[in-house]
């Protein structure tokens, strides 16, 4: 360990203290301050604040997440941040209920419990929990798994609910030469051990407000939108709900039936598959075209909706602005970018950062 000093955070006024060998953003969830943020990664800007006064170094970023002009203004990013004196820090973004909501991040080893092929290149891992034996989490946080044998771990949204919390179950999309995803193509199997740490995260149901909902995913983006919806099933909470899912052709969809049955317990849910790219020989009299572009011909004024997005860093981009076109408040729009968990693309010089993925999280 090395040497300690103190944080004080404005406007909210609460202190931690951070360990010269921990991130302030680790520093603050040890100490059951949850601050806002996103991939952990320095790649999505959720965590980004200002710096008042104090010494401190960042591990390297994405200049998408913070770039030039923000770093010599005073801005950082927590979850990159090491300090080396006190620090005075002002908030930018924050959830004042989560902020000391004090959900402690637990270590849990777990063995996979089921493996199963949900499309061509998208599976669903389940985890049986076994020390401890249940886990903490609210529906639309995620998990780290960590690569087995190595300390590198991946992002991936719980899938399931509270309601089984004694399991952790994935929506995993299989990239060719992925460390993680490709391991469990091929290699994982039932009764493996593997290690998670849980949970992390700010996308989750605003339970307080009563507005209507639109949720937009697109490919495994579906996990933590499909956690929320069966926690709302679970809770009876029936607020008017239209989830947009996008992808390519009619292979790459499923839980088709299960959505169905959701309209069934949900009476206000209403689930819209769109196809961009149908193949000709595929029976499909849905939805058609990009996702925004369905969003922008079905709905009118959405002023007063709240919107929760997950998926692909550009599906986001691309739905934002649509959704404020039709009059959702900013900050009614809460998302998950689903970014790589890997080294930052040139990693070594923050100047060589990766592709885009600027924005806010929550
Ligand atoms: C908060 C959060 C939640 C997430 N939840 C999920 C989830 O529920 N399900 C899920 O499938 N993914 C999720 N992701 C994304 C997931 O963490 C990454 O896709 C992961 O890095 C893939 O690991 P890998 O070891 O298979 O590939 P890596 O070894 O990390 O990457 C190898 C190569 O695969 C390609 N690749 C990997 N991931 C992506 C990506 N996301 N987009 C484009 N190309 C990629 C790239 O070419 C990359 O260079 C989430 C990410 C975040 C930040
Ligand atoms: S959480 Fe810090 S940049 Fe994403």
Not at 61 to 89: H, I, K, Q, W
Not at 118 to 126: F, G
Not at 208 to 227: L, R, Y
Request: hydrophobic letters at 35%; a negative charge; charged letters at 30%.
């Amino acid at each position: 360990m090395g040497e300690k000093h103190k944080v004080h955070f404005d406007p909210v006024d609460i202190e931690i203290e951070v360990d010269e060998e921990e991130t302030v953003l680790d520093a603050a969830f040890r100490q059951g301050v949850m601050l806002m943020h996103g991939c952990r990664q320095g790649q999505c800007a959720a965590c980004k604040a200002f710096l008042l006064d104090g010494d401190m170094e960042m591990d390297p970023f994405s200049t998408f997440a913070l770039n030039e002009t923000e770093e010599d203004e005073g801005f950082v990013l927590l979850c990159r941040s090491f300090a080396y004196s006190d620090l005075e820090v002002e908030l930018i973004a924050y959830h004042e209920d989560m902020l000391e909501a004090g959900v402690p991040i637990q270590l849990v080893y777990a063995e996979v419990e089921e493996i199963e092929a949900l499309t061509h290149d998208i599976k669903r891992l389940v985890l049986n929990l076994v020390d401890p034996p249940e886990m903490n989490f609210i529906p639309g946080q995620y998990a780290e798994l960590y690569i087995p044998g190595t300390d590198e771990h991946r992002a991936y949204s719980m899938a399931n609910t509270t309601s089984s919390d004694d399991r952790a179950e994935f929506i995993i999309k299989i990239y060719p030469g992925g460390r993680f995803s490709s391991l469990l193509d091929q290699d994982l199997k039932v009764g493996d051990k593997m290690t998670v740490k849980v949970p992390y995260g700010m996308f989750m149901l605003r339970e307080k407000s009563e507005g209507d909902i639109v949720f937009v995913g697109g490919g495994s983006g579906m996990a933590p939108i499909w956690s929320i919806l069966n926690h709302m099933a679970e809770k009876g909470i029936e607020r008017k709900a239209t989830y947009y899912y996008g992808a390519r052709t009619r292979k790459d969809l499923f839980y088709l039936d299960e959505l169905q049955e959701l309209e069934e317990r949900l009476p206000g849910f209403r689930f819209v598959p769109a196809l961009s790219d149908p193949e000709p020989e595929e029976e499909w009299d849905g939805e058609t075209g990009l996702i925004t572009d369905v969003i922008s011909r079905l709905e009118g004024d959405l002023t007063g909706t709240e919107a929760y997005l997950a998926g692909p860093p550009p599906m986001i981009d691309a739905a934002i602005p649509v959704l404020g076109t039709k009059g959702i408040d900013k900050d009614s729009v809460y998302y998950d970018k689903f970014t790589t968990t890997g080294e930052v693309e040139g990693s070594e010089s923050k100047e060589e950062s990766g592709p885009d993925f600027s924005g806010r999280a929550g």
